[in-house]
C-alpha cells in the first residue's frame, strides 16, 4: 500500500490505550541514509479559537503505529510517556532560570 505525505495529514491520529484524539500528522521523519520513515509528527491543540489555541508536537515512531485506515491512524502509544516528552520540550525551550530572570 502506497500513501502520499499530504493524505498522512488530513487523518486523525488516535491512542489505541485510551481513545483519546491525538491530533493531525505535521511531519514525517525519514533516515535518508535508508529511505525508511523513522516516526510521525502529531500536532496537538488545545483550546478553543484561534486566539487562545495552543500546540504542541508528539512524536510517536513508526514501531508505534497500529493501523492507517481510511479517516485515522491508530497508534499505541504511553499516555504518560506523550506528556513526558511535551514537558521535556517545554523546558528545554523555556528554561525556569531565564524565564524568571526576565
Excluded: C, H
Aim: charged letters at 35%; proline letters at 2%; aromatic letters at 8%.
Amino acid at each position: 500500500m502506497k500513501i502520499s505525505l499530504n493524505e498522512l495529514q488530513s487523518k486523525e491520529v488516535i491512542n489505541l490505550a485510551d481513545g483519546l484524539r491525538l491530533g493531525r500528522v505535521s511531519d514525517v521523519e525519514i533516515d535518508i541514509r535508508t529511505a525508511i520513515v523513522e516516526s510521525i509528527r502529531v500536532e496537538r491543540k488545545r483550546g478553543w479559537g484561534w486566539l487562545f489555541e495552543k500546540s504542541d508536537e508528539i512524536v510517536i515512531p513508526w514501531g508505534n503505529i497500529d493501523v492507517i485506515g481510511i479517516d485515522a491512524i491508530l497508534v499505541r502509544a504511553n499516555e504518560a510517556e506523550i506528556y513526558n516528552k511535551i514537558r521535556a520540550e517545554k523546558r528545554k525551550r523555556f528554561p525556569k532560570e531565564d524565564f524568571w530572570k526576565q
